[in-house]
């Protein structure tokens, strides 16, 4: 993913970047601060409810497949 920075200057958007954008968003709302891992479990329950295979969400994970089980 990647964002316009100005003066059709595209940048990548980093973990840093979405998450001081998130975190500044919720903060004007009274919300408390997150970390990135909570996208990422939320991630793999939301794969894993659409039915798809265990072993193909340790692959995207990039999991060894003992930490999964």
Do not use: Q
């Not at 004007?28 to 072993?55: D, K, Q």
């Amino acid at each position: 993913f990647c964002y316009d920075a100005g003066r059709d200057r595209l940048v990548s958007l980093t973990k840093h970047k979405f998450l001081l954008v998130c975190n500044s968003v919720w903060a004007v709302h009274g919300l408390p601060r997150i970390l990135g891992h909570c996208f990422r479990i939320s991630g793999t329950t939301e794969v894993l409810l659409r039915n798809t295979p265990p072993h193909i969400v340790k692959v995207m994970g990039l999991w060894s497949p003992d930490s999964f089980v």
